[in-house]
């Protein structure tokens, strides 16, 4: 199975307006993170959010936030007011565990294009 | 300056050839990573390394070997490359002491012909 579930391999969005990008992750560990990350068309990965498996609050950076909905294991992006600059490529992934790094993985990404 | 480093950032090499690429680091962090990307499959772990006495294979290690020459440096190589080996090759480095996130190098685009 899957670990981390991307099943919007493409996106359009107006500029100013807002986007939820969709991921669903699947871990019997109690203890995992969520993180989503950003790639450009130049290629570096930026990381953008973070949501731990106890934190009671969804995760907020600005105009990046993440609607964590524990019980159906999805950690969805939201971006608000997109602008031309978010044109990329997004990625949803999972650190499972804490102590023992063996278990890192990343979604097939979601290509968003913001249009003007 | 980056905190990531690779080298080179495009190699093109023929079937068959050595290649290694290089990974340095200024974050202090002790742990690294190797992570290949192809086009719809994300990113995928060929190696990883918790410190300098610590190497270990990820999901996709055949073909691959590393070598962890100090805290900072964390170098791949492709003993005998393959056209199957063209791809993006990120270097990653966390640190466990935080959220463990990964923090990414620029990539290193190799071909191989």
């Known amino acids: 199975a899957q670990k981390i579930t991307q099943t919007q391999p493409g996106m359009f969005v107006q500029e100013k307006e807002a986007v939820t990008l969709d991921c669903t992750y699947d871990t019997s560990d109690p203890s995992y993170g969520l993180f989503w990350y950003k790639q450009p068309s130049s290629g570096e990965m930026i990381f953008l959010i973070y949501q731990g498996s106890y934190d009671q609050q969804n995760a907020t950076e600005g105009r990046y936030s993440l609607n964590f909905q524990k019980a159906r294991k999805s950690a969805n992006l939201v971006i608000s007011a997109s602008q031309l600059g978010d044109s990329a490529m997004y990625f949803c992934?999972?650190?499972?565990?804490?102590?023992?790094?063996?278990?890192?993985?990343f979604g097939s990404g979601t290509k968003l294009n913001v249009k003007p | 300056d980056a905190d990531v480093t690779q080298t080179p950032r495009n190699r093109i090499t023929k079937t068959g050839k050595r290649i290694m690429l290089e990974c340095s680091q200024t974050k202090g962090h002790d742990r690294m990573y190797w992570y290949r990307q192809d086009p719809g499959l994300g990113l995928r772990l060929i190696y990883y390394s918790f410190d300098v006495k610590d190497i270990n294979k990820g999901e996709i290690s055949d073909g691959y070997s590393v070598s962890r020459q100090a805290q900072a440096k964390f170098s791949l190589s492709l003993e005998s490359a393959i056209p199957n080996q063209t791809a993006l090759y990120f270097c990653?480095?966390?640190?466990?002491?935080?959220?463990?996130?990964?923090?990414f190098g620029p990539g290193t685009r190799l071909t191989v012909l």
């Open positions: 992934a999972m650190r499972e565990g804490i102590y023992n790094f063996n278990k890192f993985y």
């Open positions: 990653a480095t966390s640190d466990l002491r935080g959220r463990d996130e990964q923090f």
